[in-house]
């Protein structure tokens, strides 16, 4: 008796062990808690949150709080399950259920969703990212033409997810729902819908997804934000907001001609409206990203000798000089800063010589001359400004004020030298 009752109680702890161990859990049943607390990737969402405007450390810290408490939510819900399908498939159901409510092509933020429900492609992939990574499920944001959705790489194979649509979770086996979204959205021409079957329409897609990691994704938020900004009028906002995407996804930006589209486009907006100065640093931020691009060195050329002018004419020769250093500065391509120096320094002399500034109009005299090739044009500056200096000493010796001829920089200059007008 005494055999069977140790015997009883070793068989007690054995199940008892088999149904609390997490290697023999009943893995089908929703609603168990996890193991363990859901942590996000503080990472990750900084530069999410920062994409979306969120740089507020107060405020990056409710956020962060608030996708915590919507973590262990999704947790409740997801379970414990050995199968990752079923996982997936559970936390697809509890964002839609709890999270992603109400469509809105402007929410790209997931600080939209954890405010109030909104969201689009963007934000609900980034959030479908964010919490299958915090709950051990690994996901790719995967891009095509206008629009990007979630792929689960789960370890039976890959599942596809429009994140959008409560009926999204593995478009592979809902081919007629997948159809119907493609063709809503014009993914597919009337000629394509009319000669593939569903199956093809799908792969002919899938073939086209760009894969992309969660961190790369962030490229879009910044686009999104440079977009809008440029639709508003906010040129540089724009620009810096495209550097960033730059910078988060280098690989595609220099060969981006939406891209370089939008930057020209911003470019013109400061330029023809005479902000020069921001006109040149949208320039210099479109040759950052794309530094071999033509057009791009030619746009900084022409806002940096516009800004020259205007210092020159504003009688304002020191710093005219600043803005040719720092556009000198800006550029590599040999060829570009010799066009700058022959295109600007003429300006400066001509507004040192006004302003009685001699020595720096003899310095950008001797700038001129490296860069400008036609020895007439080099001799007729250096003649210019001594003709200047000499007529500017002999009114100073008499004690009045005068305005010799020539007044421009281009006016006709005697070819005998100093000494013989003397």
């Not at 919490?131 to 039976?156: C, D, S, T, Y």
């Not at 210099?284 to 030619?298: F, G, K, M, N, V």
């Amino acid at each position: 008796m005494r055999f069977s009752s140790k015997f009883l109680a070793l068989a007690m702890l054995y199940l008892v062990g088999t149904c609390t161990s997490p290697v023999f859990a009943d893995y089908g049943t929703a609603g168990l808690s996890l193991s363990f607390e859901p942590r996000p990737d503080s990472a990750l969402l900084g530069r999410i949150l920062r994409a979306s405007g969120v740089d507020d450390p107060s405020e990056v810290a409710r956020y962060e709080s608030s996708l915590r408490r919507a973590l262990n939510d999704l947790a409740r819900d997801v379970g414990h399950s050995r199968s990752e399908y079923r996982r997936a498939r559970r936390l697809h159901e509890a964002l839609h259920r709890k999270f992603v409510k109400r469509y809105d092509n402007a929410a790209d933020g997931i600080d939209a969703i954890l405010d109030r429900g909104a969201f689009n492609c963007l934000s609900a992939s980034l959030f479908y990212g964010l919490a299958a990574r915090a709950l051990g499920l690994e996901v790719q944001v995967m891009e095509i033409p206008r629009h990007i959705f979630v792929r689960f790489k789960l370890e039976n194979g890959d599942v596809d997810v429009e994140t959008t649509s409560t009926e999204g979770f593995d478009l592979r086996r809902k081919l007629d729902r997948f159809l119907r979204f493609v063709r809503a959205y014009k993914y597919v021409s009337a000629g394509e819908n009319a000669t593939r079957n569903p199956s093809g329409i799908f792969a002919n897609v899938n073939e086209e997804a760009v894969p992309l990691s969660l961190e790369r994704s962030v490229a879009f938020l910044w686009h999104n934000i440079g977009e809008r900004a440029l639709n508003r009028g906010d040129a540089l906002r724009a620009a810096t907001s495209f550097l960033q995407e730059a910078r988060v996804r280098p690989e595609a930006a220099d060969r981006s001609e939406a891209l370089a589209a939008s930057l020209a486009r911003a470019f013109r907006i400061e330029y023809e409206a005479g902000r020069f100065n921001v006109a040149f640093r949208i320039a210099a931020i479109d040759l950052e990203i794309s530094p071999d691009r033509t057009s791009s060195r030619d746009r900084l050329l022409a806002a940096a000798l516009k800004w020259i002018e205007r210092e020159c004419d504003a009688g304002r020769p020191d710093e005219a000089e600043k803005v040719l250093d720092i556009a000198s500065a800006t550029l590599s391509v040999p060829a570009d800063l010799a066009r700058l120096e022959r295109g600007a320094t003429p300006l400066i002399v001509e507004a040192a010589v006004r302003a009685g500034d001699w020595i720096r109009a003899e310095r950008m005299s001797a700038r001129f001359a490296a860069a400008q090739p036609d020895r007439v044009e080099v001799a007729r500056l250096s003649r210019w400004v001594e003709r200047r200096r000499h007529e500017a000493l002999l009114s100073a010796r008499r004690g009045t004020c005068s305005d010799p001829e020539p007044t421009g920089l281009f006016a006709e200059i005697p070819e005998t030298p100093v000494s013989a007008q003397e």
